[in-house]
C-alpha cells in the first residue's frame, strides 16, 4: 500500500458478528449458523446497497455459554442460544426491518 492511499469498502448498514468457536456451542453450531446467515441475506436482498449487511465470524466473543451468540452492530444488540429458526427471524425482522427481536435479546451494549 502506497503511502497516503487507504483502503476501501463499500458501506454496510449493519455487521453481524457470529461466534463459531467450540466453547460456546458443540458440535459446530455456531459454523452452521454463520454459514446459513450468507444464504439469509442473499435471499432477503441484504447482500448489497444501503441495506448491505457484513457478516464476520468470530472464535470467540468472550460470552463461553449459551451460544451460538450472534451480535448485530451498530445497534449493539446480543442473541444467545441462536437457533436455525431464531436466525431467520433477526434477519427478517432485524436486519430487513429494523425491529430487534426482543425476546432472544441477552446483552446490549451501552455508551458511556
Request: proline fraction near 4%; glycine fraction near 10%.
Amino acid at each position: 500500500m502506497q503511502r497516503g492511499s487507504a483502503p476501501e469498502m463499500e458501506p454496510y448498514a449493519r455487521h453481524v458478528l457470529v461466534c463459531t468457536g467450540n466453547f460456546c456451542s458443540e458440535n459446530r453450531a455456531g459454523r452452521a449458523i454463520y454459514a446459513r446467515l450468507a444464504s439469509l441475506l442473499q435471499r432477503e436482498g441484504l447482500l448489497f446497497g444501503v441495506t448491505r449487511v457484513k457478516r464476520s465470524e468470530a472464535p470467540c466473543l468472550g460470552v463461553c455459554t449459551g451460544g451460538p451468540i450472534v451480535a448485530v452492530y451498530p445497534e449493539g444488540v446480543w442473541y444467545a442460544g441462536v437457533t436455525v429458526e431464531l436466525l431467520e427471524r433477526i434477519v427478517l425482522e432485524h436486519l430487513k426491518e429494523g425491529r430487534v427481536v426482543e425476546d432472544a435479546v441477552f446483552h446490549r451494549m451501552t455508551a458511556e
